[in-house]
């Protein structure tokens, strides 16, 4: 392959990544799929190829489609134990966020409801919503009828924004505060301060640390209260499993405040937050090493601020 072909297809790897990111909710596996599109670049007829952007956002589409539809993929989403990979802000795999709409759909609460969609209306809503596709372009790119992706894309709509606890954009300082408050009152075991900071249909996602072969998922305000007093109670044998006694950290983790627990520059667990009207509207804990992996390389390249609580 010459260099300019390489380099062509250097220039689309950013997006490409981001696309397959938000199609299939995992960075290690979007970062396949890109590397998939370029052995397909690599072996295609290249002259015959009019729009390359064109060509490579529909080969890494219906290659995270495939997998999607694969029968491993169906029994791991299917099992209940199944939840985005975190990313640091600035990974680049993140991709467009000028827009609400392009923020929101890399937020770690709208990837886990694209779960809920068929792996088409997922394709059809991410292509739309975070990219700006036309309805021409999205039934060139999945090979449907214009009226076929607009009815995808409606019916998506319809079910994120049934499932949405949040109404439009929350200021990031505003945000912040409120976790900040939130945390202060989880390590000091303030549980009515905890029960006051969340909203009426306040819910929790947590994968366990990776322990069990489903997530653990919480309703109610005194529910999730107990279960963050349990999680951020300091105890020995939790030092012990996790090697350490942590520091905490507030930073943005898929555009949301999120609060990481870091041992000797390690992150061992992060819980993104979904503020809403000065209240905490959803949780989503991921403390499973496979899915930290690129978090943590982000955070010992980048660094971050000074630790919001240093002894746990």
Not at 38 to 57: G, H, K, M, N, S
Not at 79 to 106: C, H, K, N
Not at 117 to 146: G, N
Not at 168 to 176: M, T, W
């Amino acid at each position: 392959m010459d260099g300019a072909a390489i380099d062509r297809f250097e220039a689309s790897r950013g997006r490409l990544a981001s696309l397959a990111y938000r199609l299939l909710g995992s960075a290690a596996d979007a970062e396949d799929a890109v590397q998939d599109t370029f052995l397909r670049w690599q072996a295609a007829d290249r002259e015959r190829i009019e729009v390359p952007e064109a060509w490579l956002t529909k080969v890494v589409t219906h290659l995270c489609l495939d997998r999607l539809r694969s029968a491993q993929a169906r029994h791991e989403r299917a099992a209940g134990a199944w939840l985005p990979e975190p990313l640091l802000e600035g990974d680049p795999m993140l991709g467009p966020a000028d827009t609400f709409e392009q923020r929101e759909s890399v937020s770690l609460a709208v990837l886990t409801l694209l779960e809920r969609l068929s792996p088409v209306e997922r394709a059809v809503y991410v292509l739309r919503e975070a990219f700006s596709y036309s309805h021409a372009e999205i039934a060139q790119i999945l090979d449907i009828t214009e009226s076929a992706s607009q009815q995808h894309v409606h019916r998506a709509r319809i079910r994120v924004a049934a499932e949405r606890r949040r109404g439009g954009e929350v200021d990031p300082a505003s945000a912040r505060r409120v976790v900040e408050e939130f945390l202060a009152a989880a390590v000091s075991g303030r549980t009515e301060r905890l029960v006051a900071l969340l909203t009426d249909d306040v819910t929790a996602v947590s994968d366990g640390a990776g322990l069990g072969r489903r997530l653990l998922r919480y309703t109610t305000r005194e529910r999730v209260a107990s279960y963050v007093r349990a999680g951020f109670k300091p105890t020995p044998a939790k030092r012990r499993l996790a090697g350490g006694s942590p520091v905490f950290h507030i930073a943005l983790v898929n555009g949301s405040p999120a609060v990481v627990a870091v041992i000797e520059e390690r992150v061992v667990g992060a819980v993104a937050f979904e503020v809403s009207d000065g209240r905490v509207a959803s949780l989503c804990g991921i403390a499973a090493a496979g899915r930290l992996a690129r978090l943590n390389e982000a955070w010992r390249r980048h660094g971050s601020d000074a630790p919001v609580i240093h002894a746990w």
